[in-house]
């Protein structure tokens, strides 16, 4: 009796798992059946939709979307501009593409002849900046953070106020998610968090830009451009690793073509644990990355950035670099230089030796051994 009991509770077992499994089954065939076909079709819909002309006019408007503006009152303002019908058809179509979450503040120019799709998206460019907004800026390579925030703030785009309110409550987490290449970055909090990820451009950002949309709009163009560069490197370090030094390189040389071999020492000292000796680090813990010269003094400022009391790398960047710093720490040349020093016209001398090093200085030594 109890093996009949047994069996018995087996096959109802057995039922029950058939069963689940012929629900599942009834579920997907109604999501693949009756759900996929008809959000395609939509899909499908919507990028035909948008792409068609709205007329043959070539006449042009200027519209100015203001700060806040939701996505219902921008749609009134382009109906009133007459470049849209303002229908269902219309508002459903911008709705499923997703442009009502990209329209971004400022003027543009837009022509009646220009197709939905191309209307929305000069109104929202991938990362929420149009390029036809009117403040444009140029970002030198070489900019710290600091200096850059005062490029945007002569240029009209967002002041040192609201950057410095911004750094005081983000949340690094968000950029991190973001941004896959911002994993590697130790930084918990503050400003320094962004250091040496603006890539040096010119930009064109839209009338009252938050720091928020600025700081997304430069990581976008980062990602784009020093990304993929730094993850060709060979080796070891991270992409925070090989930005920072590719900081210091950007920093110390004054010809494109000595990055390489500068580049060379410095992974020639962190290999043997020596101090870098960079004096570009120095000035930028004294918060001053324009400092003429460094002072023996200066020496013994008390900071992780100073890289002749401190082993290996500084915990960030020092500055922007541009890609031929990048490409210099991504593709360089083996040689056994420690030491090198600028002569007088920029140009660099390298050395094996500090002995060598201090016979090539001459009669100009330099205080330093870098």
């Not at 009991?5 to 069963?19: C, D």
């Not at 400022?301 to 790398?313: E, G, H, Q």
């Not at 593709?331 to 007088?344: E, H, Q, R, V």
Request: glycine share 6%.
């Amino acid at each position: 009796m109890p093996r009949k009991n047994k069996k018995k509770n087996k096959n109802l077992f057995i039922r029950l798992v058939n069963a689940v499994r012929r629900r599942k089954t009834f579920w997907r065939q109604i999501y693949y059946r009756g759900v996929c076909p008809p959000v395609l079709l939509l899909l499908i819909w919507s990028t035909l939709f948008l792409a068609v002309e709205n007329s043959f006019s070539g006449l042009e408007t200027q519209i100015k979307i203001q700060r806040d503006s939701t996505a219902k009152d921008v749609l009134s303002l382009l109906y009133a501009k007459g470049l849209l019908a303002d229908n269902f058809n219309t508002r459903l179509a911008v709705r499923l593409r997703g442009y009502d979450r990209k329209i971004h503040s400022g003027e543009y120019v837009l022509s009646a002849g220009m197709s939905l799709a191309r209307i929305f998206e000069t109104l929202s460019e991938r990362r929420g900046l149009s390029l036809t907004s009117s403040k444009q800026v140029v970002i030198p390579e070489g900019y710290s953070l600091r200096e850059i925030i005062d490029v945007l703030e002569r240029g009209g785009v967002a002041g040192k106020k609201s950057f410095n309110n911004y750094f005081a409550s983000y949340d690094p987490q968000y950029w991190r998610e973001r941004y896959s290449f911002l994993a590697d970055n130790p930084v918990t909090a503050g400003a320094v968090f962004f250091e040496g990820y603006l890539y040096p451009d010119t930009y064109i950002f839209a009338e009252d830009s938050t720091p928020q949309a600025v700081l997304d709009f430069m990581l976008g163009r980062f990602e784009k451009m020093i990304y993929p560069r730094l993850q060709e490197a060979p080796g070891t370090y991270n992409v925070h690793e090989l930005l920072t030094l590719a900081s210091i390189v950007e920093k110390e040389a004054v010809f494109q073509d000595e990055m390489p071999l500068i580049a060379g020492v410095y992974y020639n000292r962190l290999r043997i644990r020596m101090h870098l000796g960079s004096c570009p680090t120095i000035k930028y813990a004294l918060g001053n990355p324009r400092k003429k010269t460094v002072l023996y003094k200066d020496l013994d400022v008390v900071s992780p950035y100073n890289t002749y009391r401190n082993y290996d790398l500084p915990p960030t960047p020092i500055c922007s670099p541009g890609l031929n710093a990048i490409d210099a720490v991504v593709n360089t040349p083996k040689t056994t230089y420690l030491y090198f020093f600028a002569k007088g016209d920029g140009t660099s001398v390298f050395s094996n030796t500090y002995e060598e090093h201090l016979r090539r200085q001459g009669n100009n030594p330099s205080f330093l051994y870098n």
